[in-house]
């Protein structure tokens, strides 16, 4: 996606009461699948920032994502400041400065000080909890609705996506799609919908 295709998006999500994160307070195995795969590639790529390898980044994702799993449910996201990505930026952040001190114990050890310094500088993307135009933004929402594709018959998704990502006119994609214009519409509605309830309390 491109900025203004995130910009699409975030502006038209929401907020509801269920989504993917009150089923991973549920322990729901599919559920966590999910979340892992929406975002492991950020942690990962926030581990590869501070200067750890591929093996050391993958090794530390799996540790945050199993201190997610013992603390989710004290995440609270009721103050604006509150957020998801911000709440595992942290855990991330310590994992790795507790990967750093482990590994400076041995020869072997990657330049500790040098490494915490560029996982610091991490830190401003996140810091008013906001995604909006930022290239994290793009890559969780694109895996996100990636998440959702397979729940719509295709051309629901081909209107949606010519709709809302692409930005065609409404007429054009119904001309093309043999559909309506109520039906591109509704398309849209439902996928956004649908959407809105498994990002709650994880996009903000």
């Known amino acids: 996606m491109m900025a203004g295709e995130a910009s699409s998006f975030s502006g038209s999500l929401g907020s509801t ?23 492991g590639p950020l942690v990962y790529r ?4 501070a200067g750890l390898s591929e093996d050391d980044a993958a090794d530390v994702g799996q540790e945050v994502f199993r201190t997610v799993a013992a603390r989710i449910g004290s995440f609270r996201n009721e103050d ?10 942290t855990i ?3 994992k790795v400065g507790d990967f750093l001190r482990r590994r400076s114990k041995h020869p072997t050890a990657i330049g500790g000080s040098d490494a915490q310094y560029k996982m610091n500088l991490v830190v401003e993307p996140i810091a008013d909890g906001s995604f909006s135009g930022s290239s994290g933004e793009q890559s969780l929402l694109h895996r996100a609705v990636r998440l959702i594709e397979s729940e719509f018959e295709p051309k629901t998704w081909q209107a ?10 409404t007429d054009a994609i119904a001309a093309d799609l043999q559909m309506t214009s109520k039906a591109v519409r509704q398309a849209k509605y439902r996928v956004l919908k649908r959407l809105r309830r ?4 994880l996009v903000d």
């Open 92 to 94: 991330t952040r310590n």
């Open 160 to 169: 949606f996506w010519r709709a809302t990502v692409d930005a065609q006119p």
């Open 198 to 201: 498994e990002v709650d309390g």
């Open 17 to 39: 009461s269920t989504g993917l994160l009150a089923r991973v307070r549920l322990f729901d195995g599919d559920s966590w699948r999910r979340l892992s795969a929406l975002y």
């Open 46 to 49: 926030w581990a590869r920032v």
């Open 80 to 89: 604006p400041d509150d957020t998801f990505r911000g709440w595992l930026w």
